[in-house]
């Protein structure tokens, strides 16, 4: 009998020192899973610290930078680096969008890493990068920016990208993508180039370049791209056509 209790005691004994055992281990993984998240925390606040700041990059108001361009991350942002590797810049070609492409992570030509298309997420949307990339990956371009008033420092958009246009043997780049059908005139924001880029885009849809042969009328073509596209473009003409009454008052 003696026994038969000294059995169960030390069973009970034995299924205490596991539950003890069992929660120093939880302690120990939830200790863990808190320094994680506080250290998650505290990136996440040096990234918003860093996000804040903008608009780093000067170029003289009239004047151009000459800078190579290191990698095409889609048809409307580049990456671009000066001769002596002094002057590094993200730039948004200001006053167009390119069609939306999937993306892959890769090299980019000083060895860092950044997305680049690898195909459709729009309609044309690899197309486009395709253009933009074979055209001046590698090669030095010159470029200016959207300037603050009276001042020499460019504007940032989303992402810390410098709002800029490339010149690339001395043509506007920004407009040649609309011209042919590579980019649409981004009417979401102001440009002072609007009226300008929206001609440019008139005569690519009634030529049927790009992006416009994909269908027979504009309707169809913008009905290929997202939900977010076709939204800012629904008051695109008018406002396009505004631009444009205005540039001719304005002669």
Request: proline share 2%.
């Amino acid at each position: 009998m003696k026994s038969k209790y000294l059995l169960i005691i030390t069973t009970l004994l034995l299924l205490v020192i596991k539950l003890n055992i069992s929660c120093k281990k939880n302690a120990v993984v939830q200790k863990e899973n808190t320094r994680k998240q506080e250290t998650e925390s505290r990136t996440d606040t040096t990234n918003l610290k860093l996000s804040k700041h903008r608009d780093k990059l000067h170029i003289k108001p009239g004047t151009r930078m000459k800078l190579k361009v290191i990698h095409v991350v889609d048809a409307d942002t580049v990456y671009l680096l000066s001769d002596d590797g002094s002057v590094r810049v993200k730039g948004r070609l200001s006053g167009i969008n390119s069609p939306e492409c999937k993306k892959i992570q890769v090299k980019t030509l000083d060895g860092k890493r950044s997305a680049r298309c690898k195909g459709d997420d729009e309609a044309y949307g690899y197309k486009s990068w395709l253009y933009l990339n074979n055209l001046i990956q590698g090669k030095e371009v010159e470029i200016d920016c959207d300037h603050h008033s009276n001042s020499s420092k460019c504007k940032s958009g989303y992402y810390n990208r410098s709002l800029i246009t490339i010149y690339y043997k001395g043509e506007n780049l920004n407009k040649k993508l609309v011209a042919t059908g590579n980019a649409f005139t981004y009417t979401k924001y102001p440009s002072k180039e609007r009226g300008e880029y929206c001609r440019a885009e008139f005569k690519a849809r009634k030529q049927k370049k790009g992006m416009w042969s994909l269908a027979p009328s504009s309707k169809k073509v913008l009905s290929l791209m997202s939900h977010k596209t076709r939204k800012w473009y629904q008051k695109h003409d008018a406002l396009c056509q505004l631009a444009l009454s205005s540039k001719k008052s304005s002669n």
